[in-house]
């Protein structure tokens, strides 16, 4: 049973090249916060945080790009561009005037394939950012979405490690899904999300991230069914294979 989250969703353009910047959620407790405008992306000599995990999303048509850094200031997908079945993906953090917790957990950034590459196949992902540049794998399931088509707004879902995954789910970018509980066992698993009707929020349509850890084999990666309970998502999806 995995610790609840907090989760932080960023909203990006959904045009024709379908580039999204990321939005995340990882366990952590409060921190102090950094100076303004200082880069909360680790340095490549920090090889406990450099390495680069990713996800497949929304039937092919996204992905996730997971990092370690600040829960409060998610890495943004600034470019994605494709050659044959390698892509390159650019992060960026956000404004130079974000003020940053100080914790250091894995966060998702979330965008879009581009026309012409095929997620039924193996993609490599090459990353950078920062001083950090380095490669992921994904793809090879049986998807039926199209890169470069436009989404059909529905939760998704991919493991990027053993026993942890990446949730995306829409709607509004001011009031994110929290994490109530979590569990777990064999080919399925049940997330539980807050129930607030108080929250005023924003009337967009927005791409959110919610990343989710059973812990190492304490799930079959298998055929997974996660089941989605409150916070406006009850449903099931799907966990595509990494």
Do not use: H
């Amino acid at each position: 049973m995995a610790t609840p989250s907090r989760i932080v969703a960023v909203l990006s353009a959904f045009a024709a090249a379908l580039l999204i910047a990321g939005c995340t959620a990882t366990p952590g407790s409060s921190s102090p916060t950094s100076t303004p405008g200082a880069s909360n992306a680790p340095g490549a000599g920090d090889d406990d945080f450099a390495d680069v995990e990713a996800a497949l999303l929304d039937e092919g048509r996204m992905f996730a790009v997971v990092t370690w850094g600040s829960s409060t200031c998610v890495p943004q997908v600034d470019t994605v561009t494709a050659e044959g079945q390698t892509v390159s993906v650019a992060l960026v953090d956000g404004a130079a005037d974000q003020v940053c917790t100080q914790d250091m957990v894995q966060r998702a950034s979330i965008g879009g394939l581009p026309a012409g590459v095929d997620p039924t196949k193996d993609i490599t992902l090459q990353v950078t950012y920062g001083d950090i540049s380095d490669d992921a794998e994904i793809g090879g399931a049986p998807v039926t979405g199209v890169p470069g088509e436009s989404t059909e707004y529905q939760p998704s879902a991919g493991w990027f490690d053993d026993g942890s995954l990446v949730l995306l789910t829409w709607g509004s970018s001011g009031c994110p899904p929290v994490v109530e509980s979590l569990e777990g066992a064999g080919n399925t698993g049940t997330v539980t999300f807050v129930t607030d009707d108080t929250q005023i929020c924003t009337m967009d349509m927005a791409p959110r991230a919610t990343i989710l850890a059973f812990g190492d084999d304490a799930v079959d990666d298998d055929g997974f069914t996660l089941t989605l309970v409150g916070g406006g998502l009850d449903g099931t999806v799907s966990v595509l294979a990494d």
